[in-house]
């Protein structure tokens, strides 16, 4: 086989794995992260989904009001809340476990709720299938049940 031609392919494969290397770390953050827009305006939107969670037996364990919290530092910012949810049964699940216990700085699940610029409210969140998936075993199948759960609840406030 022609060294010349060896070379170039061996060159054209390193090439095209760097640049789906490059591509990928560019849309992962886009990946990684979901945002749908509300049905409903902030307000609603808010007392909706704290209603949605405690139907589904999930607990509202704190509510951070960046909004609030930021104007008394100064800083005027559109309505953003972040809501730190939990379910017992799954957090249970992860945290008895010790090798688990690495993933507890993911818990409890956040998700945000705010308004943007164009008067519009939505909703964010980490896109915890894909997050578990790299963990495999016991951590991806707890993370895979409680975000399917957790979409269900959001699914009911967005368009």
């Not at 992260?33 to 999930?58: H, I, N, P, R």
């Not at 930021?70 to 945290?95: M, P, T």
Request: proline content about 3%.
């Amino acid at each position: 086989m022609n060294t010349k031609i060896l070379a170039f392919g061996i060159g054209g494969f390193i090439a095209g794995l760097m640049l789906m290397a490059i591509l990928g770390f560019y849309s992962l953050p886009g990946m990684m992260m979901l945002e749908d827009e509300s049905k409903y305006g902030f307000e609603e939107t808010v007392e909706v989904f704290k209603a949605k969670v405690d139907e589904a037996g999930w607990s509202v364990l704190q509510v951070h009001d960046m909004k609030s919290i930021l104007s008394r530092h100064g800083h005027d910012v559109d309505n953003v809340q972040i809501f730190e949810l939990c379910s017992s049964k799954y957090s249970a699940e992860i945290l008895k476990l010790d090798d688990e216990r690495i993933v507890s700085p993911l818990m409890p699940c956040r998700i945000a709720i705010y308004e943007k610029s164009n008067g519009k409210t939505y909703v964010t969140r980490m896109d915890s299938k894909l997050m578990a998936r790299p963990f495999g075993g016991v951590i991806n199948e707890v993370m895979q049940k409680a975000a399917v759960e957790t979409e269900e609840i959001i699914a009911q406030i967005v368009r």
